[in-house]
Each structure stands twice: as structure tokens, then as C-alpha cells.
């Protein structure tokens, strides 16, 4: 069974900086695509960032450029490291493998203004 453990969030100020981590335990990684998502209040759940096992990556208009995905094959972790973060990024993160249906129950990050 597919598990998946985020970490990293947390509160920050507009313009700082945070680096989330999903650790992927119950299945192959290396070769699978990884993405990540986030749901605001009262929003849906919205994709972020992806990147396949070969390392290409794809991105929201609202994050280019602020926004890196990345991943450790050998750690079976993905990572989104997050940059110049606005009150607008706020929200529930959550990583999740393309292929599979299960999700890790998230990592708050908090953007004050």
C-alpha cells in the first residue's frame, strides 16, 4: 500500500522562503511521477508542480519561477522548494504519486502579509 508523509510547512513571511519534503514508502519511486497539490480554504485542490521520473517538470503559471520541484531517488523523497511565497500561496500541501490514488495527509503552510 501506497504511503505517503509531507513535512516542512509552517508560518511564514510574505516573501520568505520554505522547503517541503514527501517521503514515499509502499511502492517502486524511481520511476513513477511525482506531483504536488495544494488545497486553500474554501478552494479546490489545485496542482502545483510535477516531475517525472526522468526529471522533467512541469509547473502552475501562479508559481513559475518561485517554485522548484525535485526529487531523490535513492531517499524515495520528493521535494518543493518554495520561494518569494505570497499570502496567496497559503494552504494544505499534499504530494501525491500520478499513478496511485493515495494521498499523505498534507503540511500546512501559512503566508502572513
Known amino acids: 500500500q501506497v504511503q505517503l508523509v509531507e513535512s516542512g510547512g509552517g508560518l511564514v513571511q510574505a516573501g520568505g522562503s520554505l522547503r517541503l519534503s514527501c517521503v514515499v514508502s509502499?511502492?517502486?519511486?524511481?520511476?513513477?511521477?511525482m506531483d504536488w497539490y495544494r488545497q486553500a480554504p474554501g478552494k479546490q485542490r489545485e496542482l502545483v508542480a510535477g516531475?517525472?521520473?526522468?526529471?522533467?517538470?512541469n509547473y502552475a503559471d501562479s508559481v513559475k519561477g518561485r517554485f522548484t520541484i525535485s526529487r531523490d531517488n535513492g531517499k524515495n523523497t520528493a521535494y518543493l522548494q518554495m520561494n518569494s511565497l505570497r499570502p496567496e500561496d497559503t494552504g494544505v500541501y499534499y504530494c501525491?504519486?500520478?499513478?496511485?490514488?493515495?494521498w499523505g495527509p498534507g503540511t500546512q503552510v501559512t503566508v502572513s502579509s
Open positions: 501525491k504519486l500520478r499513478y496511485s490514488s493515495s
Open positions: 509502499g511502492s517502486i519511486f524511481s520511476i513513477y511521477a
Open positions: 516531475i517525472t521520473g526522468g526529471g522533467f517538470t
